[in-house]
């Protein structure tokens, strides 16, 4: 798969180093994508969050490590007891304490293996991303080629029918045809140019969308590679997409760490056992006075312990019991995820596959329409010519053949989009399997290893800063196309007996 997928997008580079002209400078569906994966703020920040997944690890074992502090105060009696015959006037006192878990009834060990875990799950989730990602910038992509396309069929659409009009006022006034075949003319190019505004508003709304997901203005976009290594029945996606599909697996990972947390839960009813050992200075600053007894009393002083501390509980108000059933019920909830979830990748898997067998077989469909309406434009005009048919027909020929022309470049869209939305629920739509070499791929693992034995309380990283890029400066997009309408989807404009060229006109 990740062959297939390098194959296609080096075909599509290699592809475009041979063009010429603008499409040459052309940018590429694999550009957008190494773009959006380094620049995207949603991605970056599904990052950071897997990295204050990574933390729970340390957090977790911190707990069976030693704890040490020091605690001191300073005593000023400022009016002392008529018995207090050993009470200094001040006094400075210092404790050292330390102690070290022996035993936990293994509340740490599963709180550690709970926390490694979700961070299995967190990896899991950081690859759904990436593939929703992915599938929103060819979504995006495809959107502004389709848009483009309607825009100029429109466009052309636009200057048919002016063209088309002047020749039937022409008609009108030498009397050939009559006042209402000029008003259908006049009015459908109304409507026409209606419908380009409507198609041009898409067009802006559909760049914009691109601006908001890649991070930069659509170029002249190239056409994408083929999608490679699609699956031959929809059973077979939904055996890949349960065996790869990442949002899947990380709903597993969290159901194990919930099993994980009723054994944590458990512990809480086990005796534990510490290792402690403490010392403490005080210092009387000589304030005590120790004649009374006829012996001078120390003015300063240390002392040390060192013993095992142990706990046993007896009872406590019931709270170990509701934990470990608290820890039951969102365990349970889990695992009715995990079933919810797998619901879920089946109905993706099988709906993205029928959506992109009958957007295959549309654009099979569309591609006989376009051909067929076109032939028939091609007879009207000409049997309009010696009388046989009406302006109106005309008309509806040229409505018919733009229709079917806007339904192909749809449909090819519409294929394309599912086909790739099959491949993420396959779980074969991340940045590996795309062979998004446009610099080094996130690793997760390198953040985990570099938290995961980390012990100093003074350790911090650098204040976080802007991963994704802004696009306040990026200009508004405008309905302006400048690439070329593919050949098969140009046609003659309509033409009259004076210019049987049919020679574009500027439309008035």
């Known amino acids: 798969m990740r062959g297939g997928w390098k194959a296609a997008l080096a075909l599509t580079v290699g592809g475009m180093a041979l063009a010429s002209g603008a499409q040459a400078q052309a940018q590429t569906l694999r550009e957008a994508l190494v773009q959006a994966y380094n620049e995207n703020p949603s991605l970056a920040g599904e990052r950071a969050n897997l990295r204050a997944t990574d933390e729970g690890v340390p957090l977790a074992r911190a707990d069976a490590l030693p704890q040490l502090g020091v605690q001191g105060n300073f005593v000023e009696n400022i009016v002392q007891g008529a018995n207090a015959f050993l009470q200094p006037d001040r006094a400075l006192v210092a404790n050292l304490n330390a102690s070290y878990p022996i035993f936990q009834g293994g509340r740490v060990r599963n709180s550690v293996a709970a926390a490694k875990t979700r961070v299995m799950a967190g990896r899991a989730n950081l690859r759904s991303a990436e593939a929703n990602l ?14 483009e396309a309607i825009v100029q069929l429109n466009q052309q659409n636009v200057r048919g029918l002016d063209i088309n009009l002047r020749a039937t006022s022409d008609r009108f006034e030498v009397g050939d045809v009559t006042r209402t075949d ?4 006049e009015a459908r190019l109304a409507v026409a140019r209606g419908q380009l505004r409507q198609a041009e508003a898409a ?12 991070g930069s203005a659509p170029a002249s976009l190239a056409p994408p590679p083929v999608l490679p290594n699609l699956p031959d029945d929809p059973q077979a996606a939904v055996v890949t997409a349960l065996n790869n599909n990442p949002a899947l697996q990380a709903a597993e990972r969290n159901r194990d760490a919930a099993r994980i947390d009723v054994s944590t839960a458990r512990a809480a009813k086990l005796p534990q056992v510490d290792l402690v050992a403490g010392g403490n200075y005080f210092n009387y600053l000589g304030t005590l006075n120790g004649t009374q007894f006829g012996a001078a009393v120390p003015q300063t002083g240390t002392a040390a312990q060192a013993g095992l501390g142990f706990t ?17 019920a969102r365990q349970g909830v889990a695992i009715e995820q995990v079933t919810a979830t797998e619901r879920n990748v089946i109905a993706q898997a099988r709906s993205a596959f029928a959506t ?22 091609e007879g009207v005009r000409a049997e309009n010519s010696v009388g046989n048919r009406t302006i109106i027909e005309i008309l509806n020929a040229e409505q018919e053949l733009l229709n079917s022309q806007v339904q192909l470049v749809t449909a090819r869209r519409d294929a394309y989009v599912a086909g790739f939305a099959l491949l993420a629920a396959m779980g074969r739509a991340e940045a590996s399997d795309l062979g998004l070499d446009g610099g080094a791929l996130y690793d997760p693992l390198t953040n985990y290893e570099r938290v995961d034995k980390r012990w100093i309380d003074w350790d911090s990283d650098p204040t976080p800063r802007p991963v994704g890029t802004r696009t306040v400066d990026v200009e508004a997009q405008t309905p302006v196309v400048t690439r070329t309408l593919e050949p098969e ?3 003659p404009v309509d033409t009259d007996r004076a210019n049987p060229a049919g020679d574009v006109t500027t439309p008035r």
Do not use: H, K
């Open 134 to 147: 992915f599938t929103n910038v060819v979504a995006a992509y495809n959107d502004v080629i389709r848009d």
């Open 203 to 214: 067009l802006i709304g559909s760049r914009e969308n691109y601006i908001a997901i890649v």
């Open 489 to 491: 989807l140009q046609r």
């Open 356 to 377: 992109w067998q009958s957007a295959l077989r549309v654009i099979e469909a569309s591609e006989a329409a376009v051909d067929a309406n076109r032939f028939s434009l």
């Open 312 to 328: 046993v509980p007896l009872y406590q108000g019931g709270r170990p019991a509701a934990q470990v059933r608290q820890a039951q």
């Open 182 to 185: 000029v008003a259908q003319s």
